[in-house]
């Protein structure tokens, strides 16, 4: 069975069973290696991608419930040499200690601002409360956010 996907604003095809973790899609049959895999388990946000402008969890969800449907992995953000404003902020902020965790939280960031224009401290805290950094350089990530944000 071949699945029809629109990863980062291109159409793609691929044979794989439909039940696939999208994440494992991603990665292993699209070379996307901006989502991460941490917990697989839907807890620690280091999967995240867009799903139609919305942060969700690729490791999560399956790559059939993704056809038709627009998927953006931080891979596709920038739009060619610029950087997406929420990927430079995050580098502004020098954010990153492993950085392991930080690609989940820029498509969380970025899919608030789709959303939200103009977001409070509040509800930066929120779409950041679920991604888990054990380096635990959260001041300079909400510093990056709120650069993001400004
Ligand atoms: Fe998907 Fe942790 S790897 S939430």
Same mark, same amino acid.
């Given at each position: 069975?071949?699945?029809?996907? /629109?990863?980062?604003?291109?159409?793609?095809?691929?044979?794989?069973? *439909?039940?696939?973790?999208?994440?494992?899609?991603?990665?292993?049959?699209?070379?996307?290696?901006? *989502?991460?895999?941490?917990?697989?388990?839907?807890?620690?946000?280091?999967? $995240?991608?867009? @799903?139609?402008?919305?942060?969700?969890?690729?490791?999560?969800?399956? @790559?059939? $419930? @993704?056809?038709?449907?627009?998927?953006?992995?931080? !891979?596709?953000?920038?739009? /060619? !040499?610029?950087?997406? *404003?929420?990927?430079?902020?995050? =580098?502004?902020?020098?954010?990153?200690?492993?950085?392991?965790?930080?690609?989940?939280? =820029?498509? #969380?960031?970025? #899919?608030?601002?789709?959303?939200? $224009?103009? *977001? #409070?401290?509040?509800?930066?805290?929120?779409?950041?409360?679920?991604?888990?950094?054990?380096?635990?350089?959260?001041?300079? =990530?909400?510093?990056?956010?709120?650069?993001?944000?400004?």
């Amino acid at each position: 069975m071949t699945l029809k996907l /629109k990863v980062n604003g291109q159409n793609v095809e691929l044979a794989i069973p *439909p039940t696939t973790p999208l994440l494992n899609a991603l990665r292993n049959d699209l070379a996307l290696n901006g *989502p991460k895999y941490g917990c697989g388990l839907g807890e620690c946000g280091a999967c $995240s991608v867009l @799903v139609d402008g919305m942060a969700a969890r690729a490791c999560v969800l399956t @790559v059939a $419930s @993704v056809v038709g449907r627009e998927v953006t992995t931080l !891979d596709g953000l920038a739009d /060619k !040499d610029r950087l997406d *404003p929420v990927q430079q902020a995050f =580098i502004d902020a020098q954010a990153a200690q492993c950085g392991y965790c930080l690609n989940g939280m =820029i498509i #969380s960031i970025r #899919s608030l601002l789709n959303h939200t $224009s103009a *977001p #409070s401290s509040g509800q930066i805290g929120a779409a950041l409360e679920h991604h888990l950094c054990r380096c635990g350089t959260h001041l300079e =990530i909400l510093d990056a956010a709120h650069r993001a944000v400004a």
